[in-house]
């Protein structure tokens, strides 16, 4: 064996995605000597595979569809057509700007990046080739991979979100195995794009982490955007030729198709890491933590899609962030998981925050809910979008309590979580939320609407 080269630092960071980037940055910022290590490319997957690119080519596709339906505003448009090499270029112009960007700000911190694939070794080093580099504090950040299922081998005509961002051409016929945010958001590029999609989910509804009212509208906006689904029924197999590729479900069905999208999930990248050999605590490959991001190792922590939870960008940004502050002695608050906003950026748009109704009942018992049809708000009817907005507050109708769920569903709807997670992760009330004074015409007047008619004095809303 060959004597290893040591290289010391205050924080050694093995993955440079949304979690190791951001605590790297804010440990540097923190007068901190930081080594980065990356096998691949600064930003990991939400840069270079995940967010960045499949919302530019939703953006492509919400184009699309304005075009295709300009007659209804009395613009004379159509679609002539999807030229993919156009739209990867559009794509992969913005990623690479934002790479450029990234790169830039990393240099700009002293932060010391070492290219290459980097395995744990107990107490406190990575090791990259012949290079160990050993911190005071050691952060596992290797982030996740695209999941597919027994039996089921990616090739050919069966891909993952990976191969599915360079298809060169728009298949006629799409299968997507998986009704989560990754199948719902490409069955909408697909299907904006021209495709005829069918969703195959094992579970009861589409984006089932979602409230039931969310999947319900969702649903309702798919069947009339023609997308299908087939809900609450298992995969068995799947076949392809170099034509095309037969699905077979558990009811004796088979889909034909030009390619089966695999969208089960993502898995954590935790295999050949030296995780486990170190005597890091994991369960299914997870990596286990406190909510301090603490693994059982001393000063060796973990943060973003290795931590069991929501595997979300801005998720592993905020951990990353805390955990830089944690170890500088700032004593940051724990991150409230219910507190991280989600989107899915379909067509109409999916965004949350807090808690389910279900979650919600298990946690406060009685609660009261509201629902704010789009249909009273301006704006949403100037974009001829339809949805709600549901609120879930604690307590039963006539007691105080904070508002500790929104849900909502409709174009742009993400744009509007930015006020519904400061009132959830304010404890904000209902009576606190309708004194303020929202913007005419817009869509955050329907969080305003809502927030009015649970104080019980609705003013746009049928009762």
């Not at 081998?153 to 891909?159: F, K, N, Q």
Request: with cysteine; hydrophobic share 40%.
């Amino acid at each position: 064996m060959p004597e290893h080269t040591v290289h010391n630092a205050d924080v050694v960071i093995l993955g440079a995605g949304s979690g190791g980037y951001a605590c790297a940055l804010r440990a540097a910022e923190l007068g901190k000597s930081v080594v980065l290590v990356e096998r691949d490319k600064l930003g990991g997957t939400c840069l270079h595979q995940g967010c960045i690119p499949t919302k530019a080519l939703l953006h492509a596709g919400e184009v699309a569809d304005a075009a295709r339906e300009g007659a209804k505003v009395g613009v004379r448009s159509s679609v002539e057509g999807i030229d993919m090499a156009g739209v990867h270029s559009y794509k992969d112009g913005v990623v690479a700007r934002l790479y450029k960007g990234l790169q830039g700000l990393i240099a700009s911190r002293k932060i010391q990046v070492v290219q290459g694939t980097g395995r744990f070794e107990a107490p406190n080093a990575v090791v990259v080739g012949d290079e160990r580099y050993v911190g005071t504090d050691v952060v596992l950040a290797t982030g996740s991979y695209a999941r597919t299922l027994p039996g089921l081998d990616i090739g050919g005509r069966i891909v993952t979100s990976n191969e599915a961002l360079h298809l060169s051409e728009v298949p006629g016929r799409v299968v997507i195995l998986g009704g989560g945010v990754i199948g719902v958001e490409f069955a909408s590029v697909f299907a904006s794009f021209g495709a005829s999609v069918t969703i195959v989910e094992a579970l009861p509804r589409l984006v089932p982490a979602e409230d039931e009212f969310a999947s319900k509208l969702l649903e309702r906006a798919f069947r009339r955007r023609k997308i299908a689904f087939r809900t609450g029924v298992k995969f068995t197999g799947a076949r392809q030729t170099e034509q095309s590729v037969t699905v077979s479900l558990e009811t004796g069905e088979e889909l034909e198709a030009d390619y089966l999208l695999v969208a089960v999930g993502r898995g954590p990248n935790t295999a050949d890491t030296g995780f486990a050999e170190a005597g890091v605590a994991m369960d299914r490959g997870f990596v286990q933590v406190d909510e301090q991001l603490r693994t059982n190792l001393p000063n060796v922590y973990a943060v973003g899609d290795i931590v069991p939870g929501l595997q979300l960008a801005h998720r592993g940004f905020a951990q990353g962030i805390f955990l830089a502050e944690q170890l500088a002695g700032l004593n940051p608050p724990p991150i409230d998981e219910a507190g991280i906003p989600r989107v899915t950026y379909c067509e109409p748009e999916v965004a949350s925050v807090g808690l389910t109704e279900e979650q919600a009942r298990e946690r406060h018992g009685e609660v009261q809910t509201l629902t704010y049809d789009l249909a009273g708000n301006g704006k949403s009817q100037i974009l001829q979008t339809q949805g709600a907005i549901k609120l879930v507050k604690a307590g039963a109708q006539g007691t105080p309590g904070p508002v500790v769920g929104i849900h909502m569903v409709g174009a742009r709807v993400g744009e509007l979580i930015g006020e519904a997670q400061l009132i959830y992760n304010w404890d904000a009330h209902a009576d606190d939320v309708a004194a303020l004074v929202h913007a005419h015409p817009t869509q955050n007047e329907a969080l305003g609407e809502a927030h009015l008619a649970l104080a019980g004095k609705p003013l746009h809303a049928h009762s």
